[in-house]
């Protein structure tokens, strides 16, 4: 566990800089490695915004999808569900915690382990992501070749793919916050 949490905080430091600066020397020794949290955190939200702007763009060439298939005529219920299911975890992902906790939050605060452990199942959501943006340019394909009988059961597809994508985010506040007595 702890050599999880030293190779993440060398890959922070080789990210932000190889040298550290006196401030956050300083705050590394009185905050007890707030620094390094810091820097932690601020390179999770960065990763969660790149998401979030994947997901915002995916949801554009969906919905681009869905109207052509409106036009060929037909049926928009499951497009319409991928994008109701793409528009709440993209607003999960933008809104997601990462790692402040105020000083009277009953939720407590966020430890460097647990930071530590979010962070990295951030990064692995990564290929399920890519995966999922494949999928959609699969049907972008068929749409653009207007072959309809081949896109509609990858829409069918498409559902499943992106509600297992949402339980795997919402299984991240069980990660960040674990549940004690």
Do not use: C
Not at 63 to 89: N, P, S, T, W
Not at 108 to 131: C, P, Q
Not at 135 to 158: F, L, R
Request: charged letters at 35%; hydrophobic letters at 35%; aromatic letters at 12%.
């Amino acid at each position: 566990m702890s050599s999880s949490l030293d190779n993440v905080k060398d890959k922070i430091k080789s990210a932000v800089g190889s040298s550290d600066g006196l401030l956050t020397k300083i705050q590394n020794f009185f905050g007890m490695g707030y620094a390094d949290k810091e820097n932690l955190r601020e390179l999770d939200k960065k990763l969660r915004d790149s998401y979030y702007q994947t997901f915002k763009g995916l949801r554009h060439r969906w919905e681009e999808i869905y109207l052509a298939a409106l036009e060929a005529g037909k049926k928009g219920d499951d497009f319409k569900k991928v994008i109701q299911v793409m528009d709440r975890l993209a607003e999960k992902i933008n809104r997601a915690d990462y790692g402040y906790a105020g000083l009277f939050d009953r939720k407590g605060s966020i430890r460097e382990v647990e930071l530590t452990k979010t962070f990295e199942l951030d990064k692995s959501f990564s290929a399920d992501i890519s995966f999922f943006g494949a999928s959609i340019d699969e049907v972008y394909a068929d749409y653009e070749a207007e072959a309809w009988d081949a896109a509609m059961p990858k829409v069918k597809k498409i559902r499943p793919l992106v509600l297992d994508l949402e339980k795997k985010w919402d299984s991240r506040e069980q990660q960040f916050r674990p549940v004690s007595v």
